[in-house]
């Protein structure tokens, strides 16, 4: 339950560190949690917030963390990618600093759970292919978002693809194509859950 909340529930949060609360956009990969600091952090310097998922409300995802600052010039480290990927999701970062959470805990409704049971990474090993092909043919993607999710997605790409899904970015926000009816998915299921998107009109996803 709270995996699958971890992956379906946006991009989108609250995160309080030292009694502030601050909206923001965040990506999750590679174990880890990116999201943009405060101005008020120091390097070097750990601190403990909570992100919430979407927001602060009774069904929210709150994620418990342990965050850092990433170094300036961090362009070159592990994370790299994930400051892409925020990019992907969020727009240009500009010259805002970024922080890195390890998650300790999470709660989410009546389920706890500590760190070492979330899952924090994406395990398809095909993402880059999928979403190459997922936005190749940008109408065929608008017209599968709409007939799954019943949402129009102008101007739609698709930014991730993982065990639970698909996201796409469009003008007014990132959409979520949900997959695998409750079950991760692999690499073979994933791609199939790409091609039913793009190209079989009325074949139930997952």
Not at 57 to 67: F, H, P, R, S
Not at 94 to 109: E, H, I, T
Request: overall charge negative; aromatic content about 4%; charged content about 25%.
């Amino acid at each position: 339950m709270v995996n699958d909340a971890l992956w379906s529930k946006g991009r989108r949060g609250v995160v309080e560190i030292t009694e502030r609360l601050e909206p923001v956009g965040f990506v999750i990969g590679n174990g880890v949690v990116v999201l943009p600091a405060p101005g008020f952090m120091k390097d070097g310097r750990v601190e403990d917030a909570t992100l919430y998922v979407p927001d602060e409300g009774e069904d929210a995802l709150a994620l418990q963390l342990e965050v850092r600052l990433l170094p300036e010039g961090d362009a070159q480290s592990e994370h790299a990618r994930l400051l892409d990927r925020w990019e992907a999701y969020h727009g240009r970062r500009g010259s805002a600093r970024f922080m890195v959470g390890v998650a300790q805990a999470a709660r989410y409704l009546n389920a706890v759970v500590d760190g070492e049971e979330l899952s924090v990474v994406n395990t398809l090993g095909n993402e880059p292919a999928l979403l190459r092909r997922l936005n190749a043919d940008r109408a065929a993607l608008a017209r599968g978002v709409k007939r799954v999710t019943g949402l129009e997605a102008f101007e739609p790409t698709a930014v991730g693809v993982d065990q639970r899904g698909i996201d796409v970015r469009t003008r007014t926000g990132v959409i979520r194509v949900p997959g695998g009816r409750g079950r991760p998915l692999d690499d073979e299921a994933a791609a199939a859950l790409v091609g039913e998107l793009l190209q079989h009109e009325g074949t139930p996803l997952g």
